[in-house]
């Protein structure tokens, strides 16, 4: 560590005594990976727990005085590599900021700490007949604070919405150790720019975030659940473009490959059909009867499209199993190799077309790749699936990311739907959003963080 490093973790253990800080390297190790890992982290000069904003505050001031760079840091779930060690920074972990501060229901908001879990959070407001809608299928992991800054999706944003859908205010720390609030309980405010909105989504880069004011709505009715298969990925994304061109907007609409349909199978033995080529999980929280109608019309979708078979979970119970078998897509495709989950989307339309071209990218590069995601919200996420210690494999997966990138471009889609810039798509961002916007990006980061201490390297 260098002499600048030590003497600002002098200052802060001296200024923050209570405040737990690792400085030991073999301490540290944990937290400088997020889930990318193959991505090459830094090495911290230490990582730090704050519990209030006050603490944050002098945490931020010092990092200033001394040039240090900082890392927030939630539960490190991130699958772009925003929370990943950068070299000679402090990471700043919210995981110990994580009480739930208010539930309001005459308001319907929830105010919180950046470390709450989101699926505490769920639970929490449940309590009160309400619901927090953005559930990441990490929601039992990832928390506010990280959700915030990715502006993180999940299973039930086709009908509800991201993350930035439920922001009512945001308390930050900006670089300079000095704390703004963007917005309060009201619904409508729509005074001067939108700061909460430039925040979300930053990945850390603009403002640490120290407490959100979240919208919350009554809770919805009992989920209806029902799986269709289909015999190509073709026919499950038309039958994806012909429920959205039929106005119906489900809960959920997610879609699994039959790679992934047979890993998450063999692992959780739920006896999905191992013989289609491609399943999509919807779900209707309608009330009753509505619900019913819901699916029907999404079942006459889906079997105009070609499904060959069409099945309802028997009740709740079931449709639970469903549910959590869809959110370990990744962890079941991890059983068959190392797996490197991808991001990218597309308008929904063109989901036909993208799942085409990601199972060509798959046989042109030798590449086994799982396809999973948030159909629904034409969000798919490719997951190439290697070796360990294949030497190939590094080459392999960046030729087939590029295709797949350059066609989501070319079809009007993202390179990125939910999981941000971080480290992984830095090189990507420009061709997407252009020169001219790019450098409005730099600007702002420039005028919020001229020393360039906050998570330096990541998104720009
Ligand atoms: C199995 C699995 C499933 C997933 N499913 C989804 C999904 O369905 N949808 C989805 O969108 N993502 C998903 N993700 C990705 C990830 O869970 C989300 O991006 C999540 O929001 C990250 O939260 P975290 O607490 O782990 O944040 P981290 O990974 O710790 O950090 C993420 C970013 O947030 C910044 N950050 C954290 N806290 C703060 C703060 N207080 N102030 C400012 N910046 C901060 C960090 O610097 C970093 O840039 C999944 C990940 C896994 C492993």
New binding site residues.
């Given amino acids: 560590m260098n002499a600048t490093g030590g003497a600002m973790l002098r200052q802060v253990s001296e200024q923050l005594p209570a405040m737990r800080l690792l400085e030991d390297a073999a301490d540290t190790e944990a937290y400088r990976f ?2 990318t890992e193959y991505m090459r982290p830094g090495q911290p000069i230490g990582v730090c727990f704050p519990t209030t904003t006050d603490e944050v505050q002098s945490i931020v001031r010092l990092a200033a005085q001394h040039r240090v760079p900082l ?9 772009s590599g ?2 990943v060690a950068v070299e000679g920074g402090l990471t700043v972990v ?1 995981t110990a900021m994580n009480r739930i501060l208010e539930i309001d229901p005459a308001n319907l908001t929830a105010t919180v700490q ?1 470390g709450v879990i989101n699926a505490d959070l769920g639970r929490a407001v449940a309590g009160h007949g309400l619901f927090y809608a953005p559930d ?3 929601f039992e ?3 506010i ?6 502006n ?4 039930r944003c086709v009908k509800y919405g991201v993350t930035r859908d439920f922001v009512l205010g945001l308390e930050v720390v900006l670089a300079d150790g000095s704390v703004i609030r963007t917005g309060g309980k009201n619904v409508k405010d729509v005074a001067g720019y939108d700061l909460g909105g430039l925040f979300v989504g930053s ?2 880069t603009l ?4 407490e959100a004011t979240l919208r919350l709505l009554p809770a919805p009715a009992e989920r209806l659940t029902m799986l269709a298969f289909f015999g190509t990925v073709r026919a499950a994304g038309d039958a994806v473009a012909g429920i959205t061109a039929a106005g119906i907007v489900p809960t959920t609409l997610e879609l699994m490959d039959a790679f992934t349909i047979a890993a998450v199978d063999e692992w959780h033995q739920l006896g999905l059909d191992r013989t289609a080529a491609a399943m999509l999980m919807i779900e209707s929280d309608a009330p009753a009867a509505l619900a019913d109608l819901e699916l029907a019309a999404a079942e006459q979708a889906c079997l105009s499209a070609g499904a060959t078979s069409i099945v309802r979970a028997a009740d709740p119970r079931e449709a639970d199993w469903l549910r959590q078998a869809r959110r370990s897509a ?2 079941a495709l991890e059983r068959a190799g190392v797996a490197r989950m991808d991001d990218v989307g597309v308008p929904r339309s063109r989901i036909p077309e993208m799942l085409e071209h990601i199972e060509s990218v798959s046989t042109s590069h030798g590449l086994r790749i799982g396809v999973f995601g ?1 159909a629904g919200d034409g969000n798919l996420h490719p997951t190439y699936i290697v070796e360990r210690d294949d030497p190939t494999a590094e080459g392999r997966i960046d030729a087939a990311r590029s295709e797949i990138y350059a066609r989501a471009l070319d079809l009007g889609g993202t390179v990125t739907g ?3 810039t ?1 480290l992984a798509k830095r090189r990507w961002l420009e061709l997407q959003r252009g020169a001219g916007a790019v450098r409005v990006m730099r600007a702002i980061k420039q005028a919020l963080d001229p020393d360039g201490i906050l ?1 330096p390297g ?1 998104v720009l």
């Fill in positions: 997020d889930e890392v927030p840091r939630g539960a490190g779930t991130g699958l925003g929370a919210f950046p990441p299928a990490s992991m990832c928390t604070g990280g959700n915030l800054a990715e993180s999706g999940g299973l990945e850390g403002g640490i975030i120290t990744h962890g948030h939910e999981h941000g971080g998570n990541k």
